[in-house]
């Protein structure tokens, strides 16, 4: 058998080593990294909604990467939306959405798209003040929802043209039990 000797061996730049660490649950907080407010609470930045009437636009959008990666086995959330109008008594809708990433290749994988996490949820009216929305509950696994790291956000539209202001709160997570490989360089 012919094989390659030292000299031709190619010098690798780093190892990586994979060990596969079975099923662990991996928590993520991946949003409200803004100033805390006198209630120990934070936010992504409040974004409003879309320039045309009952046109969904993004309000929060993060990445949850942990340093495990793998499939999911199950997928826990918990939402929390702070929503106000901007005062022209527009309805005001938001939804949270999810999908699985390829970080490895640094882009979205190829066909997947956002996916709601629940049913859009709404307010008539809901005045200048924020308040806050909270959603939790189990999400069923789907094509482009099988992996970690995910891609998640909050979308908001309003029957009045940018009307409709959203933000996501700290509280917001994300748990699931990963069948995980953790992946480290080896220096």
Same mark, same amino acid.
């Given at each position: 058998?012919?094989?390659?000797?030292?000299?031709?061996? #190619?010098?690798?730049? *780093?190892?990586?080593?994979?060990?596969?660490?079975? &099923?662990?649950?991996?928590? &993520?907080?991946? !949003?409200?990294?803004? *100033?805390?407010? #006198?209630?120990?609470?934070?936010?992504?930045?409040? *974004?409003?909604?879309?320039?045309?009437?009952?046109?969904?636009?993004?309000?929060?959008?993060?990445?949850? %990467?942990?340093? =495990?990666? /793998?499939? &999911?086995?199950?997928?826990? $959330?918990?939402?929390?939306?702070?929503?106000?109008?901007?005062?022209?008594?527009?309805?005001?809708?938001?939804?949270?959405?999810?999908?699985?990433?390829?970080?490895?290749?640094?882009?979205?994988?190829?066909?997947?798209? $956002?996916?709601?996490? !629940? /049913?859009?949820?709404?307010?008539?009216? #809901?005045?200048?003040? !924020? $308040?806050?929305?909270?959603?939790?509950?189990? $999400?069923?696994?789907?094509?482009? =929802?099988?992996?970690?790291?995910?891609?998640?956000?909050?979308? @908001?539209?309003?029957?009045?043209?940018?009307?409709? @202001?959203?933000?996501?709160?700290?509280?917001?997570? @994300?748990? /699931?039990? @990963?069948?995980?490989?953790? %992946?480290?360089?080896?220096?």
């Amino acid at each position: 058998m012919q094989g390659i000797n030292d000299r031709q061996r #190619p010098e690798p730049e *780093a190892l990586i080593a994979i060990e596969d660490v079975g &099923l662990q649950r991996i928590t &993520l907080h991946p !949003f409200g990294q803004g *100033a805390l407010t #006198p209630s120990g609470d934070q936010y992504s930045s409040p *974004a409003t909604s879309g320039t045309a009437e009952n046109t969904y636009a993004t309000a929060a959008l993060a990445t949850a %990467n942990p340093s =495990v990666h /793998g499939d &999911l086995m199950e997928l826990e $959330f918990k939402t929390v939306a702070a929503i106000r109008s901007e005062g022209t008594a527009g309805d005001i809708t938001w939804k949270w959405q999810v999908r699985d990433i390829d970080l490895a290749q640094g882009t979205v994988r190829s066909s997947r798209t $956002f996916i709601d996490l !629940f /049913g859009e949820d709404s307010t008539v009216s #809901p005045g200048t003040a !924020f $308040f806050d929305s909270t959603a939790e509950g189990y $999400f069923n696994l789907s094509n482009n =929802v099988r992996h970690i790291p995910l891609e998640i956000q909050l979308l @908001v539209k309003s029957t009045k043209i940018s009307d409709g @202001v959203a933000k996501a709160k700290n509280r917001t997570y @994300v748990s /699931g039990i @990963v069948s995980s490989l953790y %992946n480290r360089t080896i220096d």
